[in-house]
């Protein structure tokens, strides 16, 4: 698979909402359900943030969502914080694998 | 639950190395694993998957011939060996798992850096 496509940035200032998108083709992110996204604070553990398109595991906050439209998958972050200053993945498994090229997040 | 990546380092051009990862707080032997790098300044990549008890092992094309995963469900451990090593693998290496019955990372190590140099 090929590397899906994310915005190299994206920017907000405190309490906004910001969307990531997340492209891909009909044979990943079109096709299936498993689209997931990651939030990762350079030096640390990435984290699961989004499954399954739009499900949250237990303990991420409700500020999270995420969406598809066709070949497009989508984060959103409501009531943007400091602490969301990070970067973002999303990633589509269709047999392997395939991440974003990723999208740094600034909080103004 | 946790797991905990080591065996990182420099290595020269061609050299090879072994990553090990210790895997608490899960019954390991129930969960696929995953090995997944970040090279500096780029993206996040899937390197490679071992099955449960690990039967079926699976690999990028950026890899595959040159690195061998593998796992030891007695001592909680998965492991990548990396061979052939070259420049391009310069990366840090994340160990993850999966929950049962989905494709998702939902634990994740801290990596470790694995520097290819002369």
């Known amino acids: 698979q090929s590397a899906l496509t994310q915005p190299a940035s994206v920017s907000g200032s405190p309490g906004q909402s910001i969307t990531i998108s997340c492209t891909g083709t009909n044979s990943d992110v079109g096709d299936f359900k498993y689209v997931s996204w990651y939030q990762h604070h350079p030096g640390k553990a990435p984290k699961v943030l989004i499954y399954d398109v739009s499900d949250r595991p237990s303990g991420v906050s409700n500020r999270f969502s995420g969406s598809k439209s066709g070949n497009t998958a989508s984060l959103t972050i409501s009531g943007l914080q400091a602490e969301d200053e990070a970067d973002y993945y999303c990633?589509?498994?269709?047999?392997?694998?395939?991440f974003g090229t990723g999208t740094k997040v600034t909080v103004l | 639950v946790q797991v905990l990546e080591s065996g990182g380092g420099l290595v020269q051009p061609g050299g090879s190395l072994r990553l090990s990862c210790a895997a608490s707080g899960f019954t390991f032997s129930r969960y696929g694993m995953r090995w997944v790098r970040q090279a500096p300044g780029k993206g996040l990549e899937w390197v490679s998957s071992i099955t449960d008890r690990g039967d079926d092992t699976y690999y990028a094309q950026s890899v595959k011939g040159r690195f061998t995963i593998s796992r030891d469900n007695s001592k909680n451990t998965l492991y990548l060996e990396l061979n052939s090593l070259r420049a391009e693998d310069t990366a840090t290496y994340y160990c993850s798992k999966s929950p049962l019955s989905n494709w998702y990372f939902d634990v994740w190590g801290r990596g470790t850096l694995v520097t290819v140099s002369s």
């Open positions: 990633c589509s498994y269709t047999n392997t694998w395939a």
